[in-house]
Structures are given as C-alpha cells and as structure tokens.
T-cell receptor
Framework: AQSVTQLDSQVPVFEEAPVELRCNYS??????LFWYVQYPNQGLQLLLK??????LVKGINGFEAEFNKSQTSFHLRKPSVHISDTAEYFC????????????FGKGTKLTVNP | SAVISQKPSRDICQRGTSLTIQCQVDSQVTMMFWYRQQPGQSLTLIAT?????????ESGFVIDKFPISRPNLTFSTLTVSNMSPEDSSIYLC???????????FGEGSRLTVL
C-alpha cells in the first residue's frame, strides 16, 4: 500500500531563513507527487507537482521541491521565507496509472517568526 | 484548474441536528470527493461521489451518517447527520484531474458542533 510520511509535524523558522520540509513516500510503482498549502482558515491550494521530467520542480511563492527516486523523497524548500508563508503544508502521492485515491501525509505546520 | 464553491463556509450546530453542505464546480466532472479534516489533522477521504450512482464510502464512514447526493456533473451535497461534538471538522469538497490525480479543493466548510 502507498503511504506518505512527513517527518516533521512542526517547523519554526525566522523570517528570511531557508526552510526544508521533508516528505518521503512508499510505493512499489511510479507515483505523481504534490505539495499543497493550507493557510489559516482556508482550503488547500496546490503549491507544486511532480509528474515527470526534471526532478527539480518549481512552484508558486518561491517554493521548489526535488524528486529523489532512490531515496523516495520529495522535500520542499524555500531559500528565504516570509511571515506570510506561515501555513500547514501537506505532501501527497498518487499512483501512476491507478485509480486509487490521493494519499496525504499528516502535514507540517510551518511557523515563520519575525 | 477547477473553481469549487462550498456552502456554508462555516456553521455552528447543536448536537443531534443535521447539516447539508453544498459543493458547486464550474465544469463537469466525473467524480467528486468529500474529505474531512479534524482539528490539527490531515485530510481523510469520506467518500467518492459519482453522478448517477451510489457514493463509495471509505472504511469508517457510512451512508447513514454521511449521506451524499450527486444529481448532476457539477454539483454534490454531503449531509452530516445526527451530529455530535466529534463531528466538528472542516469538510472539503474536491475534484480530480483524471490522468494525474491532482486534486482541486473548495474553501471548506468549518463545522462546530456544541
């Protein structure tokens, strides 16, 4: 069965510092990978996605993620965070060619402090 | 992308009552999904709603508690029946891009049961 693990439940950082939110997936077949962001009192918004091609994926708001097949990871990074990046971030995976549901990780709460 | 509208955006309800949440999509879609997000938790799929057939429920969710309607290809409703405080959650409607599994979400309906 497919699963997604977000290794950190909470990540506090200072403004303008770099940040990495970690995500590992388990699947015996190829997957599509996603990062979603949920700002306070809002729904989920797609941040970026990996479907195929370049392993470095750029998303909105200056975020990027790197797909590493050998390590089954899809870590999210931003070189310099802003207060407005404070949100919950969810990693998700979908099995290629399958009709299974999108599997979400438990989420990482990013708090950016001044 | 798809634009998804949910109503109500939030509500406070009394124990034992029922609430129906509406979801409207700006394009025709085959499947619509209903998720629950309990406080501080990740997303849990409640059911998949197909037009013209019974909804498919995930383990732990039953039709009597969460009846779903799907009268056409752009609209669905989820009812939370006989509510208890444990039903206090955000309920999210979503649709999926078929070939990649990418989900688009509504803003969510924040339900508080007293």
């Amino acid at each position: 069965a497919q699963s997604v693990t977000q290794l950190d439940s909470q990540v506090p950082v200072f403004e303008e510092a770099p940040v990495e939110l970690r995500c590992n997936y388990s699947s015996s077949v190829s997957v599509y990978l996603f990062w979603y962001v949920q700002y306070p009192n809002q729904g989920l918004q797609l941040l970026l996605k990996y479907l195929s091609g370049s392993t470095l994926v750029k998303g909105i708001n200056g975020f990027e993620a790197e797909f590493n097949k050998s390590q089954t990871s899809f870590h999210l990074r931003k070189p310099s965070v802003h207060i407005s990046d404070t949100a919950e971030y969810f990693c998700a995976a979908f099995r290629q060619g399958g009709s299974e549901k999108l599997v979400f990780g438990k989420g990482t709460k990013l708090t950016v402090n001044p | 992308s798809a634009v998804i509208s949910q109503k109500p955006s939030r509500d406070i309800c009394q124990r034992g009552t029922s609430l129906t949440i509406q979801c409207q999509v700006d394009s025709q879609v085959t499947m619509m999904f209903w998720y629950r997000q309990q406080p501080g938790q990740s997303l849990t799929l409640i059911a998949t709603a197909n037009q013209g057939s019974e909804a498919t429920y995930e383990s732990g969710f039953v039709i009597d508690k969460f009846p779903i309607s799907r009268p056409n290809l752009t609209f669905s409703t989820l009812t939370v029946s006989n509510m208890s405080p444990e039903d206090s959650s955000i309920y999210l409607c979503s649709v999926r891009r078929e070939n990649t599994g990418e989900l688009f979400f509504g803003e969510g309906s924040r339900l508080t049961v007293l």
